[in-house]
């Protein structure tokens, strides 16, 4: 069974960093595509950035030059560095991957962005 865990979340300053982590276990062939989505209040969840097995990555307009996604395939592992962090980019955090063929999700890790 396919299970996701996030970390890193958390509170932090306007112009703060945060670096999530998010964990897939139960995972036996290479993961084709892992990224990380938010979701505000009220507000529809958004893909923030993705990053595809050849290396490929996109990000959302709203975080290009802030965020940064990378994948540790070894420990079926990706991340997400958040700099310059605003209160607009509060939101719960979801992991998910592409993994033959289907979608998972992980439970959500809250970042605000408060003075």
């Known amino acids: 069974q396919v299970q996701l865990v996030e970390s890193g979340g958390g509170l932090v300053q306007p112009g703060g960093s945060l670096r999530l982590s998010c964990a897939a276990s139960?995972?036996?062939?290479?993961?084709?595509?892992m990224g990380w989505y938010r979701q505000a209040p009220g507000k529809q969840r958004e893909l923030v950035a993705r990053?595809?097995?050849?290396?490929?990555?996109n990000y959302a307009d709203s975080v290009k030059g802030r965020f940064a996604i990378s994948r540790d395939n070894a420990k079926n592992t990706v991340y997400l560095q958040m700099n310059s962090l605003k209160p607009e980019d509060t939101a719960v955090y979801y992991c998910?991957?592409?993994?033959?063929?289907?979608?998972?999700w992980g439970k959500g890790t809250l970042v605000t962005v408060s003075s």
């Open positions: 998910n991957i592409d993994y033959r063929a289907r979608n998972y």
């Open positions: 139960g995972v036996i062939f290479s993961i084709n595509a």
């Open positions: 990053i595809i097995s050849g290396g490929g990555i």
